[in-house]
């Protein structure tokens, strides 16, 4: 059974944001869909681009390493502004996640002696916690908004 899950894991995780997006471009506010499409855009695409790409194995640690710590960067800034932005607490979290894979990024580019399962479970991991978050707070913010209402406008009282 775990040789099943650690085979399809990723397509499992794929698939799984490709339908939150799906769900919350239907259902969700703002922040959510920003969220899902950030996901799936640093996530999910460049697994498809990069399918042959600088080095299709373990491209995390080899010669494309760049590649994604650039990828990662770049959600790791488009969390923080949504989250910066938001009127809800789960992006703040999905970003802070965020700079968990950053860091390992870092740690790996200054010590060379480190574990490397450690490194690709700080790396991969996050995105992992970062789905099921995204699906946690967009399933609360969906019975919120449909049990009371639009959330108010916390910036508006100044």
Not at 29 to 36: D, F, H, I, N
Not at 79 to 108: D, S, T
Not at 128 to 133: A, E
Request: proline share 5%.
């Amino acid at each position: 059974m775990i040789e099943f899950l650690n085979a399809y894991r990723v397509d499992a995780q794929h698939i799984t944001s490709v339908l939150l997006a799906l769900a919350v471009w239907r259902w969700g506010g703002a922040p959510e869909r920003w969220l899902a499409g950030i996901f799936v855009a640093t996530m999910v695409v460049p697994v498809y681009l990069l399918k042959g790409g600088p080095s299709p194995g373990l491209p995390l640690l080899g010669t494309g390493a760049w590649l994604y710590f650039g990828i990662d960067l770049v959600a790791m800034a488009g969390f923080g502004l949504v989250a910066l932005n938001a009127n809800r607490n789960y992006p703040l979290w999905v970003a802070g996640l965020q700079l968990v894979a950053v860091g390992a990024h870092m740690i790996k580019g200054m010590v060379e002696g480190g574990s490397l399962f450690a490194l690709v479970i700080l790396i991969v991991g996050p995105s992992y916690c970062q789905l099921m978050v995204l699906i946690a707070g967009s399933a609360c913010t969906r019975a919120n908004t449909s049990c009371y209402g639009g959330s108010p406008n916390s910036r508006a009282s100044a």
